[in-house]
């Protein structure tokens, strides 16, 4: 069965480096998305992306954060200039659309850990 | 505000028994309402979907239901077992792409 994927799992990283964080989305899905969950919170959107442009994204997803598709299969999230509070599990998701359903499906994450 | 919240937080039964997880929203437009099961350090797996029309769904030995006049939501699971201990996540769509979650129960089935 096609799954999300992504690279790495966990990522271990000193405050202000940047960090880009991998996603291969289930091969025919058109939208693309991002969503982080800090240990012991809610699962939060931060951005959606469909025809190589971001359609929604959150207050969260300020100018520390980018997203790109740079080839026919990676989406990658690119955070600039990590921060303590970034730390959290990062998900991509992706899907198809259908009867104006937008069913996910959720990678297994990225644990990212800013120290 | 666009806001889910679940009831209870936390919840531990015996294997094989039943139990019903709690769902309220205040989102609008609605457009969808989903159950996800999230294991320990893993992504979220989707359990059902509904839209306002629909009132009750199942998937194996789980079934949401849905009153949409009352924005309320229920799961239930029957026959509980050992591998269902994870968190049950309530996901309430406005629109297309944008999904608002809920904080999650978390279920331990014991032996």
């Known amino acids: 069965e096609p799954e999300v994927t992504q690279t790495p799992s966990h990522q271990v990283t000193q405050m202000g480096q940047e960090v880009i964080l991998r996603c291969v989305p289930i091969s025919n899905h058109l939208y693309f998305y991002w969503y982080r969950q800090i240990l012991g919170q809610k699962v939060e959107f931060l951005v959606s992306?469909?025809?190589?442009?971001?359609?929604?994204k959150s207050e969260i997803f300020d100018d520390q954060f980018s997203v790109e598709r740079p080839d026919g299969s990676n989406f990658t999230l690119k955070i600039r200039s990590t921060k303590l509070e970034d730390s959290a599990m990062y998900f991509c998701?992706?899907?198809?659309?259908?009867?104006?359903?937008?069913?996910?499906?959720f990678g297994p994450g990225t644990r990212l850990t800013v120290t | 505000k666009n806001q889910v919240e679940q009831s209870p937080q936390s919840l531990i039964i015996l294997e094989g028994k039943n139990c019903t997880l709690q769902?309220?929203?205040?989102?609008?437009?609605?457009?969808?309402l989903r159950w996800y099961k999230q294991d320990t350090g893993r992504g979220p797996v989707s359990l059902t979907i509904?839209?306002?029309?629909?009132n009750t769904k199942s998937n194996g030995r789980y079934t949401a239901t849905l009153d949409a006049d009352t924005k309320q939501s229920s799961l239930h699971i029957t026959a509980s077992q050992l591998s269902d201990s994870a968190s049950y996540i309530c996901?309430?769509?406005?629109?297309?792409?944008?999904?608002?979650f809920g904080q999650g129960t978390t279920l331990q089935v014991k032996p």
């Open positions: 998701a992706s899907s198809e659309v259908w009867q104006g359903f937008y069913e996910q499906y």
């Open positions: 509904m839209t306002f029309s629909e």
């Open positions: 992306f469909y025809n190589n442009e971001i359609s929604e």
């Open positions: 769902c309220n929203y205040t989102v609008s437009p609605f457009s969808n």
């Open positions: 996901v309430v769509s406005a629109r297309a792409g944008k999904l608002i």
